[in-house]
């Protein structure tokens, strides 16, 4: 069965990067679209991108444009996401998600990590 | 950007009873591109509804869904107590895919 299991829980500081793992099974890895979506406490889900592990393509939203790179190794079916210069407001649960649809990033997300809490505080 | 609201904020109910669930949308979904997902704390978001009335995988027919340009509703015809939980509506027909605020459904 299709999984996605993320990396653990991290505090950081203001200024500081955070890089989240979120690594897959159960599915062909290179062939789907890789979402990031964040929720910070009492606000609703946001989506931040999506990354394709076949090609390393990428999108981003407008809003984190400069500070969110999403990277793949496809040899231990992984992705990954930094956010560079951590704010107090980027204190969320970060979640990974898997586009159902191959051959473009339809926004869809069928399958979704279980979400890691990233605490930015100094 | 596509903004969208979700009415009632809480549902209060018991098991057995009717859920009705509302999506509102500040401009029209392209494409029927709406879909429905289920949260509970500690768990992953779950897809139930996709295509404004399509089921996912493995969700049973008391989920379903309906609407059409900018006003969409989620329906349980029949609350299980494994019901209880956060439901988000969210767009996915233009560029920026936007999510609704919730709607928390609770055991009244």
């Known amino acids: 069965q299709v999984q996605l299991v993320q990396s653990g829980a991290a505090v950081k500081k203001p200024g500081a990067s955070v890089r989240v793992s979120c690594m897959t099974s159960?599915?062909?890895?290179?062939?789907?679209?890789l979402h990031w979506v964040r929720q910070a406490p009492g606000q609703r889900l946001e989506w931040m991108g999506w990354f394709h592990p076949n090609n390393g393509a990428t999108k981003t939203a407008q809003r984190f444009q400069g500070r969110l790179t999403m990277t793949g190794d496809t040899s231990v079916a992984t992705v990954y996401m930094e956010l560079t210069g951590l704010r107090f407001d980027d204190t969320a649960v970060y979640y990974c998600?898997?586009?159902?649809?191959?051959?473009?990033?339809?926004?869809?997300?069928?399958?979704w990590g279980h979400g890691t809490l990233i605490t930015v505080s100094s | 950007e596509i903004v969208l609201t979700q009415s009632p904020g809480t549902l209060s109910l018991s098991p057995g009873e009717r859920a009705t669930l509302s999506c509102r949308a500040s401009q029209s979904v392209n494409g029927r591109y709406l879909a429905w997902y289920q949260h509970k704390p500690g768990q992953a978001p779950r897809l139930l509804i996709y295509?404004?009335?399509s089921r996912a995988t493995g969700i049973p027919d008391r989920f379903s869904g309906s609407g059409s340009g900018t006003d969409f509703t989620l329906t349980i015809s029949s609350l299980e107590p494994e019901d209880f939980a956060v439901y988000y509506c969210?767009?996915?027909?233009?560029?920026?895919?936007?999510f609704g605020p919730g709607t928390k459904v609770d055991i009244k």
């Open positions: 159960g599915y062909t890895f290179s062939g789907y679209y």
């Open positions: 998600a898997r586009d159902p649809h191959s051959a473009l990033a339809l926004g869809l997300l069928d399958y």
């Open positions: 969210q767009q996915y027909g233009s560029s920026l895919f936007t």
């Open positions: 295509g404004v009335s």
